[in-house]
């Protein structure tokens, strides 16, 4: 695997295996790589020719207030788990390589940006959207890869792919989890082992509505209960949001229709570190048939 | 020549001009050509093997008061102006074809947007950022040709360029003017018989004042003043700014120094209609010796 730390390099790498007519994948990570990254390169791999893995740490997506300096950092690791992996190419720029005019260009996003994540993080998305457009530019890949654990970035990014007109196909790979269920973060690693202990139960809140709504449950005050009760029941626990929501458009009707796609979608404080999660589902159209969901 | 209205097509076409080793070169247009834009495709066609107009009245650009609906129109005749001067493609897609998802998402700039063009219309370089960034991506070019004409516009594109690390050249090409000096513009023909006759004053006021510069002026309130005193004689003119700034960041010192690049930019009202205009000067480093000038 090669390292890159410049963008007009990785532009040249990348221009020439297009032009040799290879299929190229790109996995954008903030490092710090996790079961769910490896999940994605090799999802990656098993899409296209090359897989170019980027580890950069976005400051534009941080608010003022956030954890981007603390945020972890395992350089040399990643670079052994990209590689092992079937990484083909780590892109690990430095700040001015992704704003070599400083910040004076961004992309801004409205819509399905402003609930959630983008309510409660402050321009997180127009730095996701402004990064990931650059990222694109530089890496020339004919598809993206992103996990489903961030689900309304996903939204973002198939809207920045839509919106900009980007020619490449975005994947979105499943959300990979430790055995208790919870999902798979870079920020779990901020977790006292008594809070770890404790983490299971946003995965349980999900399981518990995913239950009720298989049952036939289809009120969203309803799945918010649940959602709230369960996540309620260990009391280290504050609830930033948990609901439910149209899955493609993030409008939280008073009830969902058998058919729609529905994501419940969950922030929590677990002492300081905040966690997110979200779990897909089907309103049934029998509530008496099982259908397949997806967490 | 072709004509092209989908993206998707036009994606494809441009795509396969690259994988077959083409370069391939744009001219971004809102039609209406005159012989301004014929010299940019003439530019593109020596600089590439395949010329992509694109022909698109992008309606994020204008700001509610302005001419968004009267902007002049000839579609027909610009495919024949387009086809005959070289072009291989006329790009002319609908607004659905440029904002596939409605207007959630924009490029949003500051810095050398911020003044000028910047200031008198209300968002036009994050309208021409997002549409040309959107253009860039369907028709994938290796050099992108615009007018000095537009000469901030042009600063915002090398910025986008830049900061979004868009592989590809931009080109500019110099303002074409009619016999009495009056730089080619769509907007011209808003101009009833009389202004028109009035109109060459706005190039008379740039030749004034680098004819100062040449003989050694620098200090740029002495540079205004001459700008406004002839723009003065015409008393249809009401001046919207008149300045000379620096070329590249448009700043705007007291003096100017040896060996710096000056940009003298003019924005008038001539009746109803507004009209730009600019000309590129170096300070000479002897007022004595006279310098090559652009305009």
Do not use: C, W
Request: net charge negative; hydrophobic share 40%.
């Amino acid at each position: 695997m090669k390292l890159i730390a410049k963008s007009a390099e990785m532009q040249s790498i990348s221009e020439s295996h297009r032009l040799a007519g290879k299929k190229i994948a790109v996995v954008p990570t903030m490092g710090y790589l996790h079961e769910g990254h490896i999940s994605l390169i090799k999802k990656a791999k098993e899409l296209a020719d090359v897989v170019i893995t980027t580890l950069f740490v976005n400051p534009t997506q941080f608010a003022p207030n956030e954890d981007f300096e603390k945020y972890p950092r395992s350089p040399e690791r990643d670079y052994n788990l990209a590689q092992e992996n079937g990484s083909d190419y780590l892109f690990n720029p430095a700040t001015e390589e992704m704003y070599p005019g400083g910040f004076h260009s961004a992309i801004n996003m409205t819509g399905i940006t402003d609930k959630f994540e983008g309510e409660k993080r402050h321009n997180h998305f127009n730095g996701v959207a402004t990064v990931v457009a650059k990222l694109f530019n530089i890496t020339k890949p004919h598809i993206a890869v992103f996990g489903q654990k961030d689900y309304q970035q996903t939204l973002a990014i198939y809207q920045l792919v839509r919106d900009f007109l980007f020619d490449l196909k975005v994947v979105v790979a499943p959300t990979i989890r430790e055995n208790d269920g919870l999902a798979m973060s870079s920020r779990n690693v901020y977790l006292s082992s008594a809070e770890r202990e404790k983490a299971g139960v946003i995965y349980k809140s999900l399981s518990d509505a995913l239950l009720v709504i298989e049952k036939g449950e289809n009120r969203r005050k309803i799945i918010n209960a649940v959602l709230h009760n369960t996540l309620r029941s260990v009391h280290e626990i504050k609830i930033d949001y948990a609901s439910a929501a149209d899955a493609d458009t993030l409008e939280e009707p008073d009830v969902f229709l058998p058919g729609e796609h529905v994501i419940l979608v969950i922030a929590v404080y677990l002492g300081k570190t905040r966690l997110i999660d979200n779990a897909l589902i089907t309103i049934p159209n029998d509530p008496h048939i099982k259908k397949h969901y997806f967490v």
